[in-house]
Structures are given as C-alpha cells and as structure tokens.
C-alpha cells in the first residue's frame, strides 16, 4: 500500500483578519482570535478538497487535517516529495539524523485551481512525525543490574505525591489527554484499577495496540502521580490532527511526550508547525493546561512555546542525591526570544545507558524484552509526571488557569544545585537554565493552595 501523506490547509483570512504567514504576525493566547478564518469558509474548502480525491480526516478552526497518497499530493500541488535528512547533535543513543519528506525550497509548489481552491487556500504543509523524547534499553521487569525505579511507588513517593494520595487528593474527576504512538490496555492498568481510555485520531486505526510502546509506558508516568484521573489517550499519526482531536474531548490537562529539534540558532519557526502552534495556542485559550517535554538535548518546539509547562529532567540515585542530568534539555529559545526552557522538572534518567525507569508495554513491542516490560527515560517521562501534578491541583481547585498553575510548579518546586544538563548548563541555587525552577514538589504546590 502506497505511503499516506499527512498536511495542514490553511485557508486565506478575510479581508478583516490577519495573515498567519504575516512578516509581522506573531501569534499568542491573547490575538489568537485576529488569525482565525471563518469556520464556513473552512468547511467550504473541506467539501471541495474531497471533491478532488482528498481525504479530510478534521476541519479545525484555524486548519484543515487532510491526508493522501505522495503521487496524488505531487499531482494536486504540482510538485516533488523528497527526502530531506539533518543531522543531528543531541543526546540521543542512535538517533543520527531526523528526516523529513516533502517538498524542497527549490521545488515548485502550486494550490490547485480546481474548485476555486487557489482563491481560498493560503498555504498547505505536510506534517513530519516528532521525535519521541525518551530513549529505551529493555530489560526485565526487576533486573537488578542497576538502581533503577519502579511505577507506581517510586515515582509516587520521589514526586512527593505519596501523601496526597492518602488524603484522597488523587486527580478524581480531572480529565487529562496524551497524544502519542498508541495505548494498550496492559494488564498492570487493569489490575491498578485505572480509569482508562484509548481513542484513535481521526487518521489513524486500532487505538488498542501500540507496537512502539511508547504512549503505554509512558502514561504510566502519569497514573504514577496521578492515579485517579480520567485518562484519554490518542494515538496518532498527524500530530497536529492528534493534538486537536486531544483538544476536542475537553479536558483540564494535556501532555505531550515528543517534539521537534529545531528552535536552534539562526533559525526561524519552519511553516509546517505553525498549525501546531495555533492549536496550542487553542488549547491554552480554552483553559487546558499543556505540558510538553523540553528534550534529551533537543532544541525542542513545541517544549519551547511560552505558554505551555516545558519539563525537563533530574535524575535521583539510590541514596536520594538530586541533580541535573547531562541527558535532558535546557536552552534559550531562538523563536521565542526571552524564553528559557525548562520551566521545571520530572524525573529524567543519565548517560550513557539512560534506562531509569521500569513501565509496562505491549508484548511484541518494540520497547519489550520480557513480560511486556521495558526500561525508559528521558524527558518523555517527565512530563506526564508534571501533568499528572496539574491534575492533583485541578482537583483541589477547578478554577485554576494554566498561568496559575505553571506558578505554583515553579514556586514549590525543590531547588536543584547540583549537575549539568545535556546542552551544558549547571544547576545552581535559584531558577537556571539546567533545571529551570527544579524537581516538581507536589506535597508542596498542594499546600500552597490549602
């Protein structure tokens, strides 16, 4: 079967509005209104762009989700699909190179004219798979081979959750969402009695399996912290797409274990993710709380993003030392100038092997080597934890805006002094750039609001 195509429309503003794609246009929570078409117009562009053999899987507010197949995308848009291959220099165990198809700038692109789409579609870009921000070595469930940690009890009780739980404060009745590679219901959910729920986007199929194990260890990161939420995760293709449809089922949290490294340096947001980030920018305009991984040495987008949660790594030996690690993220961002990641931190694993913490996945997945278990790290596991802390906050107060409740992560949050993180930053007393506030302390945020 010929590989799917996966982009974002973008449908011209009126004559009232502004151009996304503006030299001056600089999106945020507060104009986010001044970039939004009409929706009629968008629906308009959807009937027609399937009238001319696309598929349009969601038309959203300020994009259209569509897929197709690469010749019909050369044929439509009169252009080329190549593949484009970036070195990479982070921190990441055999990750060389990040490689994207589409178009190049040398190539010719052209909006069809069929259906009068030329005078309705400003700009149409494929959407690339992220990079999952955590990297495994499997093992069995109790190697003790290393010091390594285990869900739910040694999470729980290093994020300082163990207490609230015994108080009833356990995320009941908040609702949080994660789009990533699949979630399967793995007996350790079913014997812990979680409340849990897979759906798949609307491009996607079978929302039960997950052959990376990726989206089903990691959620267990934030049923660790948070283990009476009501859990939806969606499994995805088109993280756009999928970012939307985790908007649409209306919940208090999101958290998002992937991204892009390309805020770097003398560079500029690539137009392919200014979808991404108007639907961010959606999500925090409707109250949802987002966190993002800042990276394992990435320059991660969407981590970087001002208005989300970016979470970074600290790692904690078996005699309970705190400290940066040289395995995660922390940078200035060129995009958003001012902006320093991370804004706090989860518990990340080191170099060289990074394998920290023990979590459940599909047998036959990638991430298995025995039982339906494997060894993850990272900062893909950092930010669920976080999010699972928002949860805890949610419950204590429904009223909370995100700005609040990033406040009160960086205000209780344990000081980090110690270590030196993966683009070379060294924690020292106060905020930094290694572990931006510190290590979420969710006993002390709790309280600060009690």
């Not at 104009?31 to 009238?51: A, F, H, I, S, T």
């Not at 991404?276 to 920018?281: F, G, M, R, T, Y």
């Not at 991430?367 to 339906?372: A, F």
């Not at 930010?383 to 909370?400: F, I, R, T, Y």
Request: net charge negative.
């Amino acid at each position: 079967m010929e590989k799917k195509v996966n982009f974002e429309v973008i449908v011209k503003p009126s004559r009232d509005q502004k151009s996304i794609y503006a030299t001056d246009a600089f999106p945020a929570v507060s104009n986010l209104q001044e970039y939004k078409p009409p929706m009629d117009k968008n629906v308009e562009v959807g009937r027609k762009l399937e009238r001319i053999g696309i598929t349009v899987h969601h038309i959203g507010e300020y994009s259209i989700s569509a897929s197709c197949t690469a010749k019909q995308f050369e044929k439509i848009f009169h252009t080329k699909i190549r593949k484009h291959k970036f070195r990479t220099t982070e921190a990441i165990a055999g990750q060389k190179e990040f490689v994207m198809n589409s178009p190049g700038q040398e190539d010719p692109f052209e909006i069809p004219t069929d259906e009068g789409l030329d005078q309705l579609i400003e700009r149409a870009y494929i959407q690339h798979t992220p990079q999952y921000f955590s990297t495994e070595r499997t093992i069995p469930p109790f190697w003790n081979d290393k010091f390594r940690l285990r869900v739910p009890s040694d999470v729980a009780q290093i994020m300082k959750v163990s207490s609230l739980h015994k108080r009833g404060i356990t995320g009941d009745g908040v609702k949080v969402a994660m789009p990533d590679s699949g979630f399967y219901h793995h007996p350790y959910f079913i014997e812990q009695g979680y409340n849990f729920l897979s759906i798949a986007a609307p491009d996607t199929v079978d929302h039960t399996t997950d052959f990376s194990g990726h989206g089903t260890g990691e959620c267990a990161n934030l049923f660790a912290t948070a283990p009476g939420i009501n859990f939806i995760g969606v499994k995805m293709d088109n993280p756009t797409l999928a970012f939307k449809t985790a908007v649409e089922m209306k919940p208090d949290v999101i958290t998002c274990s992937w991204g892009y490294s390309l805020d770097k340096p003398e560079t500029s947001m690539p137009n392919f993710l200014i979808p991404l980030h108007l639907a961010i920018l959606d999500a925090v305009s409707k109250g949802i709380t987002v966190c993002f991984s800042a990276g394992n040495g990435h320059f991660s987008f969407p981590g970087a993003m001002p208005e989300v949660i970016s979470v970074g790594g600290v790692v904690v030996d078996e005699n309970l030392n705190y400290s940066a690690t040289a395995y995660a993220s922390g940078f200035t961002s060129t995009w958003f100038p001012g902006r320093k990641t991370p804004d706090v931190c989860g518990l990340c694993g080191e170099l060289p092997t990074a394998d920290y913490i023990v979590l459940p996945v599909m047998s036959g997945a990638d991430l298995e080597k025995e039982d339906g278990w494997g060894a993850f790290s990272g900062t893909s596991a950092a930010s669920p934890m976080v999010a699972g802390v928002c949860a805890l906050l949610k419950q204590v107060d429904k009223n909370l805006t995100p700005d609040e409740i990033k406040n009160i992560l960086k205000y209780t949050a344990k000081d980090i002094v110690a270590g030196t993180n993966a683009h070379g930053k060294t924690a020292a007393p106060g905020p930094d750039e290694a572990t931006g506030y510190g290590l979420v302390d969710a006993d002390r945020a709790i309280n600060a609001l009690l």
